[in-house]
């Protein structure tokens, strides 16, 4: 198994950057896919960004490709989402999320942090 634990969320406003880290613990990091996903008030758990085992691959949901990079260490066993040209529609709870296999859908997952809030003002 695999422990996650994100940070870095917050209020922002429009326009503004943030960074959120995933720290995983537990078994070897580069074994998992790794993955962010958020949840809007009302709305489904969605996509937002995944990389492969050493960071070869990346995918990204259309509403934030241009905007969102994620990247990994596997020395630090963490993975990261630079966020930057927020808007309010990008608030929501974010979660980072492990799995062995590729990819992009929440029941691809295994493995689930608790989330961390984005509030980006308007």
């Known amino acids: 198994q695999v422990q996650l634990v994100e940070s870095g969320g917050g209020l922002v406003q429009a326009g503004g950057s943030l960074r959120l880290s995933c720290a995983a613990s537990?078994?070897?990091?580069?074994?998992?896919?790794m993955g962010w996903f958020r949840q809007a008030p009302g709305k489904e758990r969605e996509f937002v960004a995944g990389?492969?085992?050493?960071?070869?691959?990346?995918s990204y949901a259309g509403s934030v490709k241009g905007r969102f990079t994620i990247s990994r260490d596997n020395v630090k066993s963490a993975v990261y989402l630079q966020m930057n040209s927020l808007n309010p529609e990008d608030t929501a709870v974010y979660y980072c999320?492990?799995?062995?296999?590729?990819?992009?859908?929440?029941?691809?997952?295994?493995?689930w942090g608790q989330g961390t809030q984005v509030t980006v003002s308007s």
């Open positions: 990389i492969s085992w050493k960071g070869a691959r990346t």
């Open positions: 999320a492990a799995d062995t296999n590729w990819g992009t859908a929440v029941s691809d997952y295994d493995y």
């Open positions: 537990g078994r070897t990091f580069s074994r998992y896919v």
